[in-house]
Nanobody, 125 residues
Framework: QVQLVESGGGSVQAGGSLRLSCADS????????VGWFRQAPGKEREFVVS????????FVPTSVKDRFAISRDNAKNTVYLQMNNLKPVDTAVYYC??????????????????WGQGTQVTVSS
């Protein structure tokens, strides 16, 4: 059974940093794509960043590329989302997800099969 466990969320003031972790209980990440999404209250879930586990190629939208970074630790089967200079608009529940590398667009939720339970990030002004 696939289990993705996110951690690292919390409350910070604007300008602060957080590092989210997404741990894979098995070998689900191998050969797949891992993405981070977020969902604010009343809004649709939106793409944040993604990484191809094997090649370590990353996809970081221009909107966050100066503040967010994704990386992975092969030995720990863990993907990280480093978030710097956080803003109140970044407040959301953050989810990690895994999907086949060549399934759909990396920014579409439909491209992912397994999802974590989410971790809350709250940024105050």
């Amino acid at each position: 059974q696939v289990q993705l466990v996110e951690s690292g969320g919390g409350s910070v003031q604007a300008g602060g940093s957080l590092r989210l972790s997404c741990a894979d209980s098995g070998s689900t990440f191998t050969n797949n794509r891992v993405g981070w999404f977020r969902q604010a209250p009343g809004k649709e879930r939106e793409f944040v960043v993604s990484i191809h586990w094997d090649s370590e190629n990353t996809f970081v939208p221009t909107s966050v590329k100066d503040r967010f970074a994704i990386s992975r630790d092969n030995a720990k089967n863990t993907v990280y989302l480093q978030m710097n200079n956080l803003k109140p608009v970044d407040t959301a529940v953050y989810y990690c997800a895994v999907g086949p590398r060549f399934r759909g667009r990396h920014s579409d939720t439909s491209a992912y099969v397994y999802w974590g339970q989410g971790t809350q990030v709250t940024v105050s002004s």
